[in-house]
């Protein structure tokens, strides 16, 4: 996992890219955003801007960013904080940055794909926190991902509308899934604010929203949270069946009737009207008969 670290620290406030340098840099290296790789670039210096303050920096921050694209955000982090380890898949992107980042210190580049990254191994002692455009079509296990890490202690992610509301959707909503549960197990999810498709290039057929996860103190533990995702993950295999049904994949009748007079939960219910706390209490009943 190639690791980059650029040159002094100190570097003049940087400007957000605007659309023609984003052009610019884009053609001098022979380069093209990958709709089939979720790649939109930010080419409003304002909205990048934005972020930045609503982001609750820190000049003391450790950063993460997945993603980093042309390096737009990236700069703008490190102008805010100590450190910014921005890790990006693409070689050509990386490239552009090494080019972008060389007076500076306060970037760690990393060529890697993000998913298969150690992130607590980058990050090493302390702390850090996930502030990233994150890659459209990988947002969901990329988020997932990083709140495996220990470490990451917060994020202030920018994904589609869409994903962003079912991230957060409560019980009883349409948009309720399965990581509505498995996010708010760990993180206290919210949607920030929403951001226009026209300050994009390429522009998306959909709107995005920021989307701030904190973790929770009273987060499960690793074991517990497995356990949890599996009920979660076989209760909303069929939306349209009721919990009695799916979660015969992964428990007898008997048991799924014992667990539910223990814990008050109707089988007859839907896993979306369910909340998460029922989906824990559930999940150690089924444990504790297993």
């Keep these: 996992m190639p690791v980059h670290r650029s040159g002094r620290r100190g570097a003049p406030i940087t400007d957000p890219l605007t659309p023609p340098e984003v052009r610019e840099l884009l053609s001098a290296h022979g380069l093209a955003p990958r709709r089939s790789a979720g790649q939109n670039f930010v080419v409003d210096p304002n909205t990048v801007r934005r972020i930045i303050a609503a982001a609750d920096l820190d000049a003391t921050d450790t950063i993460v960013e997945i993603g980093p694209g042309l390096g737009s955000l990236t700069l703008t982090l ?55 455009n994150l890659p459209y079509n990988v947002a969901t296990p990329l988020v997932v991902h990083a709140f495996d890490a220990d470490a990451i202690t917060d994020a202030f992610v920018m994904v589609q509308r869409e994903v962003g509301e079912r991230w957060c959707a409560a019980p009883g909503d349409r948009l309720r899934a399965g990581i509505s549960v498995k996010l708010d197990l760990v993180a ?82 839907r896993a979306e009207t369910l909340s998460t706390d029922a989906f824990r209490a559930l999940a150690a009943a089924l444990r504790d008969r297993a």
């Design 188 to 269: 206290h999810v919210e949607v920030v604010f929403t951001i226009p498709r026209n300050v994009f290039y390429p522009v998306p057929n959909v709107d995005s929203v920021m989307v701030r996860l904190r973790r929770r103190d009273e987060a499960p533990d690793p074991a517990e949270r497995r356990w949890v995702g599996r009920v979660v993950e076989a209760a909303f295999a069929q939306r349209r069946k009721t919990l009695r049904n799916t979660l015969r994949a992964i428990a007898p009748p008997g048991h799924l009737d014992a667990a539910a007079a223990a814990t008050g939960i109707d089988l007859g219910a």
């Design 78 to 132: 490190a102008d805010a904080v100590r450190r910014v380890i921005a890790i990006e898949i693409d070689a050509g992107f990386v490239e552009v940055l090494r080019t972008r980042i060389s007076d500076r210190d306060d970037i760690e580049l990393v060529h890697a794909d993000a998913m298969q990254a150690d992130l607590g191994e980058l990050i090493g002692s302390g702390s850090a926190r996930l502030v990233a």
